[in-house]
């Protein structure tokens, strides 16, 4: 148990930098001193026996020359009886000046030691021995050479003692420090280390270090002051994200009821448009008088600037809601720009402009994008430009800026000769409500949305309109836009407004036709225009619910059918008719002043046929039922 907590203390010590280092450190001195204070040891010791060697055989001269003299073994083993006395010399070999030996002496060891020749003067290492070699003098001259053998463990235990002593004073000091900087600085800081997940919670809990005046107890006062600021700080952002979330939340209420207000409003608004304008169109077929051809008409164009406010107000809440989405099919630019000129071209020519239109070849103009929106677009630039135009033109252009094998660069223009935007007025004209000037709405009317809803569809569609004028010589809107390039050429199924003016459905004479629609004056006004086709055989009913009972006992070959009425809606109505034996393969057309996108998928996603949106307009009736009767071949 201690073992492993000796281990832990340790293992965590040995993780911080500054012990790693200061281990490495106070370990590098230590290391390094011990070397030097060995090897300073190791010469001293060196020396000290080279000269005990040279004392030992200066005091054995008499002896050493006694053998040189004599012939006699007396003088050689008094000698080495001379020597045994020294238990650390091993071997000692004396010899002349040619080489010759002249006299050996071994101790007892079991080592051995052969004379090998003539040796330089010095001290050399032999194994566990030193081997020293010096000279012999009488009277100033070199008369002889010794070698000696001396026992190195002796020096080998004076090198060990004086380790003992370097190392010892170094160990205790290292492992005092070690101590010190574990209990003062790295058990602390490891303490307060993991307290640091806690900072801002107001958990942080440092107190047995808070009274320290070192360094560690500063920063435990630093950390203990911040984990309170934060938590203060914490529990002020968490009071502010729980406003933000409930204003948020009411904020996602408000979009939602707008929205559906406006879908409301839209359909309460359409309904009683779809009244007027309908019998307008019936009105104009009759042979009215000059004066009241006339009247009917300024009703007709005040009918249709109230549906343009309309549609402003209602295209600009789909945006602002996120609910648009962009529908790419094939067109043919020709047709596109010619039919948004035909939507301005009655006031115009009222006013005498002079309209432009600027195309490439109409066989490089299919292309694959989002009609509807482009459409949108350049409808209420072209409206723009013909309201605050007073005399001079009106210009349309494409350019095709760059063409590649699959897709084009487009440059659409529209600019005018009318008032122009003074230069600090340019950058307001996009805000929603707004107009250049105040003066503008009294004088020319609108409601300031059109370019709003211009530049958020641009965006959609992935590029910027943009604005160039000068008060009172004109305007330039223009967008570039990449679009893909028509797999095949699209049809022209598009019937115009005059064709209106002979909408016959006679050879479907015998058609019956069901209407569920909740409102009378709806209801007469669909059968003024069904009858006007030559369409006579037309039940009615209220709602859907008597449209369900209707078809239980009869078939019918058409069903219009309103969306929203009293005690069950055409969607409703819808579904249960399709789930009936005879109803799963009967048209239905839905008639609703719905124009929301969602609603009109709505229509398709329960089983009907085809969508016409209020107010009704005659010639769309029309196409829609041709379209439908020859599909399913009714006579």
Known sequence: MLGERMTSQVAMFTKGVLARRLFTVIGLIMLASIFFSLLFTY?????RVTKDVEMLMNISSPLVIDVF????????????????NYEEISAVNIF???GKLLHAYQSRAKNSFSYIGFKPVGNLSSGFHFNIVNEILFDGKVIAQYEVYYRSEYTVKDLLFAL????????????????????????PIYAITEQLSLVGKGQVSLDEFMESDTEVGCLARKIQASDAKLFFRNKKLIELNQTLKTKTEQLDRAVKVKTEFMANMSHEIRTPMNG??????????????????????YIKESALSLLVLINEILNYSKLESGKVKVTENDFNMWRLINSCVKTVHSEARAKNLEVNISLPPEKRCYFHGDEQHLRQVLTNLLGNAVKFTAKGFVNVSV??????????ELCIRVSDSGIGISADKIDSIFESYTQADGSISRRYGGTGLGLTISKQLCELMGTQLGVISQEGKGTEFSFRLTV??????????????????????????????????DSHINQQLVIAFLKSMGLTNIDIVDNGLQAVDYMKSTQPDVVLMDCQMPEMGGLEATQKIRRLPNGSQIPIIALTANVMESEKQQCFDVGMDAYLAKPIIKINLFSTLLTILNTNSVS
């Open 164 to 187: 003992i002593q370097l190392a010892l004073p170094f160990i205790l000091m290292l492992c005092f420090m070690l101590y010190y900087v574990y209990t003062r600085v790295t058990k």
């Open 399 to 408: 350019d095709l800026l760059q063409e590649k094998e699959l897709e084009a």
């Open 69 to 84: 003299l004599s012939t006699d073994l007396e003088g050689s083993v008094e000698l080495n009886r001379f020597f045994a």
């Open 43 to 47: 010469k001293q010791n060196v020396n």
């Open 96 to 98: 002349d000046l040619e």
């Open 276 to 297: 007027i304008i309908g019998f307008i169109q019936c009105l104009q077929q009759k042979n009215l008088d000059h004066e009241s051809t006339q009247q009917v008409e």
């Open 484 to 517: 893909k390039k028509a797999q095949a050429v699209p049809e022209n199924n598009t019937l115009q407004l005059n064709e209106c003016l002979n909408c016959d459905l006679s050879q479907f004479a015998n058609t019956r036709i069901l209407i569920a629609e």
